[in-house]
């Protein structure tokens, strides 16, 4: 199934918007990719982020890089009333990636877990290259190892989940080199394996369970990944988890 064929269901992103603040898997997530371009984008004026959904990421980068002129893109449009919202100073606009035209008008562009919703996601990397300037940056993450599928992701509406081997080989077929790669929700992966061989086996599966969690255990959570995080900093790279980081540059 194309992804961008599928019905997401309208009355996700109202409940996306009001957890991802305080869930842990968000909040987390924004503190890896703001380090990310922090450390290894070395220069942008003008950002894009494809697949804004409801703004959180961009509003994340808005508050670290105030110098930013920053654009969001989203294919459906009930995220972007609440990107708006949360990101006043952007520019938004909808946009099917795969039919992406620009060419050479953004120094950055992120991709946050929006490749594996999308079967051509070759055509979309070859669209994010032409959009950016000579020696541009492509910050992206996704779900990562085929053995961590789950009725989670086909709710989700994934297309695949990547391996690192796979994600490098298709971003340097459309003209990047990789600059940063690495896993993060890696400390997490036994609970994370444990969490879908349960939900595979549910006859009704919630889609929104993920986000039915005590307060105490979403913090200590959140607290696992931080440690993650100054791993990272530190210059280790994790090989396994449940996600992939990955920083390219547009080199030819």
């Known amino acids: 199934m194309k992804a961008t064929e599928g019905h997401y269901p309208s009355d996700m992103f109202p409940k ?17 990719i703001i380090w990310a371009v922090q ?45 708006k919202k949360r990101v006043p ?41 032409r959009a950016l300037r000579p020696g541009g940056y492509l910050a992206i993450t996704v779900p990562q190892h085929r053995w961590l ?32 790669c690495s896993s993060f929700v890696s400390l997490l992966v036994p609970l994370m394996w444990l969490s879908r061989l349960t939900a595979n086996k549910k006859e009704n599966f919630d889609s929104m369970s993920e986000f039915q969690i005590s307060g105490w255990v979403n913090k200590a959570l959140e607290q696992v990944m931080n440690l993650e995080l100054g791993l990272l900093k530190i210059g280790i790279r994790l090989p396994l988890g449940g996600s992939l980081l990955v920083v390219a540059v547009k080199s030819k």
């Not at 918007?17 to 503190?31: G, I, Q």
């Not at 509003?59 to 893109?73: K, M, W």
């Open 39 to 83: 450390n290894f984008v070395k220069s942008c004026r003008d950002f894009l982020e494809i697949g804004c959904g409801t703004g959180f990421v961009l509003e994340g980068l808005s508050r670290e890089f105030p110098s930013f002129t920053l654009s969001g893109s989203e294919y459906f449009p009930e995220g972007l009333s609440f990107a």
């Open 89 to 129: 100073r952007a520019q938004f606009k909808q946009l099917d990636a795969t039919k992406m035209e620009e060419k050479e008008k953004y120094d950055c562009i992120g991709a946050f877990d929006v490749l594996e919703h999308i079967d051509d996601d070759r055509r979309v990397l070859q669209n994010i290259h």
């Open 16 to 32: 996306l918007a009001a957890a991802e603040s305080t869930h842990w898997w968000f909040r987390s997530r924004n503190k890896v």
């Open 149 to 180: 599928w789950s009725v989670v992701d086909e709710h989700a509406q994934h297309v695949r989940r990547y391996e690192k081997a796979d994600l490098i080989s298709k971003l340097r077929a459309a003209g990047f080199g990789v600059v940063f």
